[in-house]
């Protein structure tokens, strides 16, 4: 799959349910209305998605939401997309979580074929971890992300800047990352969805994180690559790299070579624009022919945008209306 650009369509996100056990107030308001479940994809329709994707190209999968792990019996999924690594056309399945729920599924994701994922964690406060996510256990989250460890998982950790919220904790968490080998990218917050409170307050430009960094540690910048939006600095007292993904700062849209699924079958072809297309229609139409489906999935890709036009609103407007939680990180 080529878009109008040139870009080559090789990875597919996709978020697997809206809903999630925690509340994290950059991400989601208090109170949220989550989708009705007749409205989702079931499992075996989004197997059956990730495959028509995969024949038309995708090589790498990444799983998300809301939190994918509290999706009921999502295993069913992984197991079905696993079988597609090892020779039948992807290379990588992964996923992104707030790890509450690894400790219990982070051997039989490791035995589905993935190798690494990534850890949402905003700070290693137990108290502050509570107030940011309004709800969540910070000791749990320690057990899942030392369950994925040892199940030999590759862990990388997010964490999303937050002014006055836990800008006083990079240098701890850039040494608790090197102690334990974990890689560690720094996220800007993207004006996405109506929180229920302002966002100008708590945006932290990266180049300012990175500046402040600076004076604690050696920073190098690193040519390293994953295909995705972050650029990397190496640090010489850690061994380790950080990333940085900057969408308001940078323009990183050149090399975009991902779409997004959402789990109504809704295909997003950029996380910021609204444009979208309808995989849900004919996949239920055509129970048992790919044809339509993929006629929807190239018309789609030949719209792809150039890029987004992400901003944070001075009335505190979200740019883009939907909330992460609906396209997955
Ligand atoms: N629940 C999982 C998790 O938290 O890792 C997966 C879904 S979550 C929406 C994916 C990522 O999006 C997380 O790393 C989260 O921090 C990030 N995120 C959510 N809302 C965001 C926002 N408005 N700006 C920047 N990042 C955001
Ligand atoms: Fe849930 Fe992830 Fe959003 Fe936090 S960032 S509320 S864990 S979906």
Same mark, same amino acid.
């Given at each position: 799959?080529?878009?109008?650009?040139?870009?080559?369509?090789?990875?597919?996100?996709?978020?697997?349910?809206?809903?999630?056990?925690?509340?994290?107030?950059?991400?989601?308001?208090?109170?949220?209305?989550?989708?009705?479940?007749?409205?989702?994809?079931?499992?075996?329709?989004?197997?059956?998605?990730?495959?028509?994707?995969?024949?038309?190209?995708?090589?790498?999968?990444?799983?998300?939401?809301?939190?994918?792990?509290?999706?009921?019996?999502?295993?069913?999924?992984?197991?079905?997309?696993?079988?597609?690594?090892?020779?039948? $056309?992807?290379?990588?399945?992964?996923?992104?979580?707030?790890?509450?729920?690894?400790?219990?599924?982070?051997?039989?994701?490791?035995?589905?074929?993935?190798?690494?994922?990534?850890?949402?964690?905003?700070?290693?406060?137990?108290?502050?971890?509570?107030?940011?996510?309004?709800?969540?256990?910070?000791?749990?989250?320690?057990?899942?992300?030392?369950?994925?460890?040892?199940?030999?998982?590759?862990?990388?950790?997010?964490?999303?800047?937050?002014?006055?919220?836990?800008?006083?904790?990079?240098?701890?968490?850039?040494?608790?990352? $090197?102690?334990? $080998?974990?890689?560690?990218?720094?996220?800007?917050?993207?004006?996405?969805?109506?929180?229920?409170?302002?966002?100008?307050?708590?945006?932290?430009?990266?180049?300012?994180?990175?500046?402040?960094?600076?004076?604690?540690?050696?920073?190098?910048?690193?040519?390293?690559?994953?295909?995705?939006?972050?650029?990397?600095?190496?640090?010489?007292?850690?061994?380790?790299?950080?990333?940085?993904?900057?969408?308001?700062?940078?323009?990183?849209?050149? $090399?975009?070579?991902?779409?997004?699924?959402?789990?109504?079958?809704?295909?997003?072809?950029?996380?910021?624009?609204?444009?979208?297309?309808?995989?849900?229609?004919?996949?239920?139409?055509?129970?048992?022919?790919?044809?339509?489906?993929?006629?929807?999935?190239?018309?789609?890709?030949?719209?792809?945008?150039?890029?987004?036009?992400?901003?944070?609103?001075?009335?505190?407007?979200?740019?883009?209306?939907?909330?992460?939680?609906?396209?997955?990180?």
């Amino acid at each position: 799959m080529i878009d109008p650009f040139g870009r080559h369509i090789t990875y597919l996100r996709v978020s697997v349910t809206d809903r999630c056990d925690l509340r994290c107030q950059y991400c989601m308001a208090e109170e949220m209305t989550f989708l009705p479940k007749r409205d989702l994809l079931t499992l075996e329709e989004l197997d059956r998605v990730c495959r028509a994707f995969v024949a038309k190209g995708v090589r790498k999968l990444r799983i998300t939401g809301g939190e994918p792990l509290v999706r009921k019996d999502i295993m069913v999924l992984f197991r079905r997309l696993g079988r597609m690594l090892d020779g039948g $056309g992807l290379d990588e399945l992964t996923l992104t979580t707030n790890a509450t729920q690894l400790a219990r599924f982070a051997p039989e994701l490791a035995a589905c074929g993935v190798r690494r994922l990534n850890v949402s964690l905003d700070t290693l406060d137990p108290e502050r971890f509570r107030a940011i996510t309004r709800r969540g256990d910070f000791d749990r989250v320690m057990e899942g992300i030392a369950a994925a460890r040892a199940a030999g998982l590759h862990v990388k950790i997010n964490t999303v800047a937050l002014r006055g919220i836990n800008d006083d904790e990079y240098d701890r968490l850039i040494a608790w990352c $090197g102690e334990r $080998g974990l890689d560690l990218c720094f996220i800007e917050t993207m004006p996405m969805g109506d929180i229920g409170a302002g966002r100008v307050d708590h945006y932290l430009p990266l180049s300012v994180v990175r500046e402040r960094l600076a004076e604690t540690w050696t920073l190098r910048d690193s040519t390293h690559r994953t295909g995705g939006p972050a650029r990397y600095v190496e640090v010489a007292e850690t061994g380790r790299r950080i990333g940085f993904i900057t969408p308001l700062t940078h323009n990183f849209c050149e $090399g975009c070579n991902r779409v997004r699924l959402t789990c109504t079958g809704t295909l997003y072809m950029c996380l910021g624009q609204e444009d979208a297309a309808d995989l849900r229609a004919p996949l239920r139409a055509f129970p048992n022919d790919d044809g339509p489906l993929s006629e929807a999935i190239d018309a789609a890709i030949a719209r792809k945008p150039k890029g987004h036009d992400f901003a944070i609103d001075r009335d505190n407007r979200p740019a883009i209306a939907r909330h992460m939680s609906v396209t997955g990180g």
